[in-house]
């Protein structure tokens, strides 16, 4: 198993306080990814970082922003959570923009 | 842009039977093809892939061929198990990883 630990696995907030996912790879690998899953729209990208402070945005990147300081953590925040924002996350890495991509456990967050 | 369609299930077959999950895709250039499983609470686990025309991706029975003059990269199993419950993705790597939508299998005793 691609050694990636996201944090938390699972958190309930509130519309409008700020909320941060951690997400910590071992691999060393260049791309990290965070995508949302939702019911009737599958896995959808937010961010990507292809290096240290090297992002771009997904097609779902409104309301969300992130972060890359090291190579092995990658932080998505959502300034103000909506309850739109209730969602399974998805952390993802791979060594290069093509080879495969691997998926840590998913951090379920609840926004109320 | 890249894209892949596949059949969205549920898909319900009992023990023993035979799976197939259709997955087609639209690509520029030859992208590289993958299937991926999701187990209830879980991540994307990585299942097979191929990335050239008429490369066999195989692992756990499980088997899939890039087609390239059909533009498809099929799901097949001879023998389907209860454990093979999940849902699985198609996906391709072109410009960018593009995933399907995910064909929820339940396999029953």
């Known amino acids: 198993d691609a050694g990636i630990t996201q944090s938390p696995r699972h958190k309930v907030t509130e519309t409008g306080t700020p909320v941060t996912l951690r997400c910590h790879q071992t691999?060393?690998?260049?791309?990290m990814y965070w995508y949302r899953q939702d019911p009737g729209h599958g896995l959808r990208l937010i961010h990507y970082?292809?290096?240290?402070?090297?992002?771009d945005k997904g097609e779902v990147s409104d309301g969300y922003s992130v972060s890359r300081s090291k190579t092995e953590d990658f932080l998505l925040t959502l300034e103000s959570a909506t309850s739109s924002q209730t969602s399974v996350y998805f952390c993802?890495?791979?060594?290069?923009?093509?080879?495969?991509?691997?998926f840590g456990e998913g951090s379920w967050l609840t926004v109320v | 842009g890249d894209s892949v369609t596949q059949m969205e299930g549920p898909v319900t077959l009992s023990e023993e039977a035979f799976l197939t999950i259709n997955c087609t895709y639209t690509?520029?250039?030859?992208?590289?093809l993958f299937w991926y499983v999701q187990y209830p609470g879980e991540g994307l686990q990585l299942l097979l892939k191929?990335?050239?025309?008429?490369d066999k991706g195989s692992n756990k029975g499980f088997e899939a061929t890039y087609r390239k003059e059909t533009t498809s990269f099929h799901l097949e199993k001879g023998s389907v198990q209860v454990s093979d419950s999940a849902v699985y993705f198609c996906?391709?790597?072109?410009?960018?990883?593009?995933f399907g939508p995910g064909t929820r299998l339940s396999v029953l005793p």
């Open positions: 993802a890495i791979s060594d290069t923009g093509g080879n495969t991509i691997y």
């Open positions: 691999e060393n690998h260049r791309y």
């Open positions: 970082s292809y290096g240290v402070k090297d992002t």
């Open positions: 690509a520029t250039g030859y992208p590289s």
């Open positions: 191929a990335t050239k025309a008429d």
């Open positions: 996906a391709l790597y072109g410009q960018n990883f593009v």
